[in-house]
């Protein structure tokens, strides 16, 4: 089983283990906000199974930059849509080719499709009439994905707490 972990101001912080969760709570770290149906058992005895607790101090999380330019982290950042005509997309795209001194960085690479991509090829936007769908630029991924990103790892007990947060 695993616990959610909101920091004292709501926000979703972590996901721990059930057992590091009691430890939290008997520690007077913690205050339990939802349990379990089924007991944790311990030679100590039986306790509630917490699945989502609430620290009692705020703890600021750990702000972490985006990190390199990527293939897969492009694609995340757009949501797998191409950048021209808003399709699925399966590539990535140099705004401003490389053949004509357009780097490698977050403000120059969009998700593509291949119908885009070919259609495109290494000429500029303004030589073919398109427009950008977004802009690019540096991802907003500040805390460090969790959890409560990928919908088929919600436990049901999460969905009050994570109402900003889960899509």
Same mark, same amino acid.
């Given at each position: ?92 795209? !140099? ?22 991509? !070919? ?49």
């Amino acid at each position: 089983m695993r616990t959610l972990v909101l920091n004292a101001g709501f926000e979703p912080l972590a996901v721990v283990s059930d057992r590091r969760a009691v430890v939290l709570v008997l520690r007077s770290r913690a205050r339990v906000l939802e349990v379990a149906e089924d007991p944790l058992v311990a030679p100590a005895g039986s306790f509630p199974r917490p699945t989502v607790i609430l620290l009692d101090r705020y703890i600021r999380p750990n702000r972490r930059r985006p990190g390199p330019v990527s293939r897969r982290a492009v694609l995340r950042r757009d949501a797998h849509r191409c950048a021209y005509c808003g399709a699925g997309a399966d590539t990535v795209d !140099h705004v401003r080719p490389r053949s004509r001194g357009g780097p490698s960085s977050w403000t120059n690479l969009v998700a593509c499709c291949r119908k885009c991509n !070919h259609a495109k090829a290494d000429r500029l936007l303004e030589d073919l009439g398109w427009k950008l769908r977004v802009k690019p630029g540096e991802p907003a991924w500040a805390v460090h994905p969790g959890p409560w990103d990928s919908p088929g790892q919600l436990d049901d007990a999460w969905l009050a707490y994570l109402s900003g947060v889960a899509a």
